[in-house]
């Protein structure tokens, strides 16, 4: 039962999600010089599975606040996930993005946010009228699996639209494991 109720919640949110955001955001990745994904807490875990992904694509990509993550320059894109569009240190680094004139696009279940207000593109998962709906998944957690989903079909899309075979993603992957 609950895991019916998961799967028709993740449904109705990417189902109510604009159709055309996996190729608006992989036009954002192709056109940015590097890429860094922050996001805080879950998020952040979801913007680590992202950066992954993008790595097997052949993306230059960095987490934020990794040691070994570079300095941020104009022509890079950050890409924040906060389901509210209010994480304080999300804001602070869509600030200094903004700042140092890379492109900031924004994952979220709010359109309207201070985040949205800092990003040169906004990507809404849902409706805030579903979010409201939702019983029996706490804290952020629809937000989370349905962005979580979101990002795995843009990176079908990639490798769909670019042709990548899984055999060259293969030699991408980590293999100190």
């Given at each position: 039962m609950h895991q019916q109720r998961i799967i028709d919640t993740i449904t109705r949110l990417l189902a109510a999600t604009d159709p055309g955001y996996d190729a608006q955001l992989t036009r954002l990745l192709d056109q940015a010089g590097r890429i860094f994904v922050a996001?805080?807490?879950?998020?952040?875990?979801?913007?680590?599975?992202?950066?992954?992904?993008?790595?097997?694509?052949?993306?230059?990509?960095?987490?934020?606040?990794?040691?070994?993550?570079?300095?941020?320059?104009?022509?890079?894109?950050?890409?924040?996930?906060?389901?509210?569009?209010?994480?304080?240190?999300?804001?602070?680094?869509?600030?200094?993005?903004?700042?140092?004139?890379?492109?900031?696009?924004?994952?979220?279940?709010?359109?309207?946010?201070?985040l949205a207000e800092l990003a040169d593109q906004v990507f809404r998962i849902g409706t805030p009228e579903l979010y409201g709906k939702v019983v029996g998944l706490p804290l952020g957690t629809t937000f989370e699996l349905a962005a979580l989903f979101f990002l795995e079909a843009t990176i079908a899309h990639i490798i769909h639209e670019k042709g990548i075979p899984e055999e060259a993603m293969r030699t991408r992957h980590a293999n100190l494991e």
């Open positions: 996001g805080a807490g879950r998020s952040g875990l979801i913007a680590r599975f992202f950066a992954m992904r993008l790595m097997h694509g052949g993306y230059t990509v960095f987490v934020v606040g990794e040691i070994v993550t570079p300095s941020l320059r104009p022509g890079d894109l950050l890409l924040v996930i906060s389901g509210s569009g209010e994480t304080e240190t999300m804001v602070a680094f869509a600030r200094r993005a903004k700042e140092l004139r890379a492109q900031v696009a924004l994952l979220t279940a709010r359109d309207r946010s201070t």
